[in-house]
């Protein structure tokens, strides 16, 4: 095998389009992202059929932005590597559809990729010391997932959530409250002027598996604390509302993560997708890792939500595995984690 491996990574599996060039798994070189949330916005959500038109507008741009400033042409890189799920099914299939033309055209090898799994590979970017095994702790828009990575490109879920992700409990809240798509940096930003102890807003225990979540609870309970603020006439204090509902959330999302880790006797724990860009949550799991004495791994924000480079980092090792996508790879909405 050749000494330095330059994969170019395409993601569109919800409403970011992004192009990577990613060199041994590791190093990143370029990372284009075109995100829509301003047009999605308008319709406070994510708009399945406006997302793959915008794919299709934006692909070939930021794949050409990338490339460019890596410094590398469609002739120098080594393999190319696309998310195939899950997510959106039109989505993805503009960005399978796009990676299949160039390995065809080019005739460089395909490798279809995860989109968890490269949430999860997030964390090799900047933390070079970190190998599996270890365990991972996924909160997107659509995943809470504790996962134990075994090895490279070696998945188990250990647990889920039974309801609601913490992401999408995130949007929730924050549609509740008036505060519009997407719903995890508005309500950060507006906690950061609230009350964290205001309101004491439940946190909910899977009794039968403590590794599993629950969010759909918490959702209801601050739903119902917003209509009897409504029912008595009495003003609701959304920076209260808001600092509350994230410090139950993080709350249990970091003392789960901790409490996993240490029933396992993992020394190492990571974070990854978009909730993990949030810095309370940041700041209360790496304080429990410290207290409980396990190495605390987190990528960089702009890694944590949807890129390509993530897509990339994962691609790597399955690269270096010897995975190959033929051309009858599809877009997979429903995907499983360890999966092929
Ligand atoms: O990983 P991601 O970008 O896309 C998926 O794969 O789902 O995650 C998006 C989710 C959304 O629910 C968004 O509200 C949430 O991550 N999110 C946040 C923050 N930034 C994004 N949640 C809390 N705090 C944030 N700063
Ligand atoms: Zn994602």
């Known amino acids: 095998m050749k000494e330095h491996i330059k994969i170019l990574a395409i993601e569109s599996s919800c409403d970011e389009t992004a192009a990577a060039i990613v060199e041994d798994g590791r190093t990143v070189k370029s990372n284009i992202i075109s995100s829509q949330i301003e ?21 070939n741009y930021v794949i050409e932005e990338a490339l460019k400033e890596a410094g590398e042409t469609l002739d120098s890189i080594d393999a190319i590597a696309v998310t195939y799920g899950p997510g959106l099914v039109g989505a993805l299939l503009v960005g399978v559809a796009e990676a299949k033309a160039i390995a065809f055209a080019k ?38 997932h504790l996962v134990d990575v075994q090895g490279y490109g070696n998945y188990k879920i250990i647990g889920r959530t039974r309801d609601d992700a913490a992401g999408e409990a995130f949007d929730k809240v924050a549609r509740a409250i008036g505060l ?13 002027e609230g009350n964290k102890y205001a309101i004491n807003f439940p946190r909910a225990k899977v009794h039968d598996a403590p590794n599993d979540f629950s969010f759909s609870g918490l959702k209801s309970s601050v739903l119902n604390y917003l209509n009897k603020c409504e029912m008595k006439h009495e003003e609701v204090n959304r920076e209260d509302v808001a600092a509350s509902f994230q410090e139950a959330v993080v709350d249990v999302l970091s003392s789960h993560g901790v409490n996993a880790a240490q029933e396992l006797g993992y020394k190492k724990l990571a974070i990854a997708g978009g909730v993990a860009s949030n810095g309370a949550f940041r700041t209360k799991i790496e304080e429990k890792c410290k207290e409980a004495e396990i190495e605390f791994y987190h990528p960089s924000p ?39």
């Open 302 to 340: 702009i890694f944590c939500t949807d890129n390509a480079a993530m897509i990339g980092a994962a691609g790597y090792y399955e690269y270096i595995s010897g995975t190959r996508s033929g051309w009858d790879l599809n877009a997979v909405p429903g995907l499983k984690i360890g999966e092929r």
């Open 180 to 192: 519009g798509y997407p719903g995890g940096p508005k309500i950060e930003k507006l906690a950061l």
């Open 39 to 59: 047009l999605h916005k308008l319709y406070g959500g994510v708009v399945p059929e406006i997302a793959s038109r915008k794919h299709i507008e934006k692909i």
């Open 107 to 144: 005739n460089k090898p395909l490798v279809g990729v995860h989109h968890i799994e490269g949430h999860i590979c997030a964390n090799y970017i900047e933390n070079l010391e970190l190998e599996p095994p270890f365990l991972c702790l996924v909160v997107s828009g659509g995943h809470t």
